[in-house]
């Protein structure tokens, strides 16, 4: 696949100058000048997509600058571009762009993962974090309708939706949720992936969900509420309706930290920061008001299946 540090490459060798370039905040994404001493270096800034670097070059060679920012910011623009359009392409379900883009992409046959990253705040500013992020490493993002889109191959998928939220919440001090699924190998998947990770979103503001980083397999659960039955939705609802609208905030966080923790006492009882027999004074409660216990597994399923249901139609 000829990238854009391979062009970087080709343009050194073929010119003879040499120079670096350098993000704003002093990471390199190309160095061509080591071992230069800094008094015989110049510099200027220049636009690479929404990111502003530096480029260095030789004071002997600065008449040169011009052309070389122009040939740079040029070829950058033509490869990204090409490569964004065409994966927007996939995800509006054009065909025709699958086969030729799977020659661009080299490190979707090891398994890539697609991320979508929702914010409050300004997209762009977020995108722009985004590809600091990842400046080094074979990935594409560009923004899609409301959302941040990046492919790209991470071994710790984890890891990186983690780091991803919490630079762009430190840097914007805005609300960041980052949603995706299982690796994908090949291009058709791309429109699955995104189709997956966009539902989630689309989960969370249904059921009021208060996490910020959404595994798809992680909200099947949801995804199995969300399509239920309307005769039982409505059944459910009728039922428990009355109840759940009769429990106060402290109820409600109750019942949420101890889905959350698994039906597990001692887990929801640290995170709610409550004593053990606090934690026990509320279930019962729960349990005399609605008629089931949800330490009980199967009659907990029924409720947490009703009490989303009823969370559900508040959201409407």
């Known amino acids: 696949m000829y990238t854009f540090q391979s062009f970087l490459q080709d343009l050194i060798s073929s010119t003879g100058i040499k120079f670096n370039l350098i993000f704003e905040d002093g990471n390199f994404k190309y160095?061509?000048?080591?071992?230069?001493?800094?008094?015989e270096i110049t510099s200027s800034i220049m636009n690479l997509g929404t990111s502003r670097?530096?480029?260095?070059?030789?004071?002997?060679e600065e008449n040169c600058t011009a052309l070389l920012r122009?040939?740079?910011?040029?070829?950058?623009?033509?490869?990204?571009?090409?490569?964004?359009?065409?994966?927007i392409e996939v995800l509006e379900g054009k065909e025709a762009s699958a086969e030729s883009l799977g020659k661009d992409?080299?490190?979707?046959?090891?398994?890539?993962?697609l991320f979508l990253i929702n914010v409050d705040g300004s997209r762009f500013e977020a995108l722009n974090i985004v590809r600091q992020l990842y400046s080094q490493g074979e990935t594409i993002s560009f923004i899609y309708k409301n959302c941040i889109v990046l492919l790209g191959y991470f071994e710790d998928i984890d890891e990186h939706a983690q780091s991803i939220k919490e630079s762009i919440v430190s840097d914007l001090y805005c609300k960041c949720y980052v949603s995706y699924r299982n690796p994908i190998s090949n291009i058709?998947?791309?429109k699955k992936?995104?189709?997956e990770a966009l539902e989630c979103f689309a989960l969370r503001k249904n059921?009021?969900?208060?996490e910020?980083?959404?595994f798809y397999d992680k909200v099947l659960f949801e995804k199995i509420v969300y399509n239920i039955n309307p005769q039982v939705k409505g059944e459910l609802f009728n039922r428990f309706k009355d109840k759940f609208n009769s429990f106060d905030s402290e109820i409600i966080n109750t019942i949420e930290e101890f889905v959350n923790c698994d039906l597990n006492v001692s887990d929801a009882a640290r995170k709610l920061y409550v004593h053990r027999n606090t934690l026990i004074y509320r279930l019962d409660k729960i349990t005399k008001e609605t008629g089931f216990d949800i330490r009980n597994f199967r009659e907990a399923a029924v409720f947490i299946i009703a009490f989303l249901i009823w969370k559900e139609n508040k959201t409407l």
Do not use: H, W
Request: proline share 0%; hydrophobic share 40%.
């Open 105 to 113: 992409i080299s490190f979707i046959s090891k398994g890539c993962t």
């Open 193 to 195: 992936a995104y189709d």
């Open 212 to 214: 910020e980083i959404f």
């Open 207 to 210: 059921f009021g969900l208060k």
């Open 188 to 190: 058709k998947d791309i």
């Open 70 to 87: 122009y040939t740079i910011e040029n070829k950058y623009r033509e490869i990204f571009s090409m490569r964004e359009q065409a994966i």
């Open 31 to 39: 160095s061509g000048l080591e071992g230069v001493e800094s008094s």
């Open 53 to 60: 670097v530096i480029l260095e070059i030789l004071k002997c």
